[in-house]
């Protein structure tokens, strides 16, 4: 198991982080997700483990509760507007992050270091408290990072 933030408290400071987002914060997410997210079966199987562990717990309604909250705060009518412009690829990849990380933390230490790793990395990159002994990576500047061109 591992020593992370985690439960109400790592939930609240990660919808309150998610709150302060800026557009470069979620395409900063967008861009953990493709470097980490390499290994779909792996991601899976982590989170098979953390639904089963959040159901044994009989947490189910609280899991779904949490569910409905951050998506009304990346796309709901009440998401905040850095939200709104990461609309398309980059915004759907940072949430499917967002979940995943939400999963580890609502999870607590039932989950095995390299599962609660293999949920949070991608958030990590811009949120560090996830994984504070995995400094984020450094972010190549590509042509694609510079405003007006994709």
Partial sequence: MHTHMTGNEAI???????????????????WGWRQHETDPARLHEAEKAALRHIEEADRGEHWDSLRLTLRDLMEG???????????GHDGYTAERAVYAAALALM???QLPHAQYVALVRPLAEALPWLLPETPPRPRPRVATDLPGTY
């Fill in 12 to 30: 609240k400071r990660l919808e309150s982080d998610l709150r302060t987002f800026s557009p470069a914060g979620i395409e900063r997410v967008a």
């Fill in 107 to 109: 999870t607590g230490d």
């Fill in 77 to 87: 009518s009440n998401s905040l507007l850095s939200w709104k412009e990461e609309h």
